[in-house]
């Protein structure tokens, strides 16, 4: 069984800085795209940023503030959110697409539990 593993949340302030991490378990044998959305109340989940082989994606609100990074050895993917601002407060949620488990399960794609992002002006 796959799970997604979700660190690193929490309150800061407008103008700080948070690092969030994501870890899959299990049989992994290959992960397509690895990333991260987010979903603040009352709104529909947004994709933040992806990266997948060698392209990232990212929305244009986060651009310049956010970066994504990935170890596919570790099937690890990290945010780091810089210059955070109060309409960044979500829960953030990693995802990770095309992921095939061993013996040959999959391709199937899975959430991780979201970890909470709250900015405080």
């Known amino acids: 069984q796959v799970q997604l593993v979700e660190s690193g949340g929490g309150l800061v302030q407008a103008g700080g800085s948070l690092r969030l991490s994501c870890v899959g378990s299990?049989?992994?044998?290959?992960?397509?795209?690895m990333g991260w959305y987010r979903q603040a109340p009352g709104k529909q989940r947004e994709l933040v940023a992806i990266?997948?082989?060698?392209?990232?994606t990212y929305v244009d609100s986060v651009k310049g503030r956010f970066t994504i990074s990935r170890d596919n050895v570790k099937n690890t993917v990290y945010l780091q959110m810089n210059s955070l601002k109060p309409e960044d407060t979500a829960v953030y949620y990693c995802?990770?697409?095309?992921?095939?488990?061993?013996?040959?399960?999959?391709?199937?794609?899975?959430w991780g539990q979201g970890t909470q992002v709250t900015v405080s002006s």
């Open positions: 990266v997948t082989g060698g392209t990232y």
């Open positions: 299990g049989s992994i044998l290959s992960i397509g795209g």
């Open positions: 995802y990770a697409d095309t992921v095939v488990v061993v013996p040959g399960i999959g391709p199937d794609d899975y």
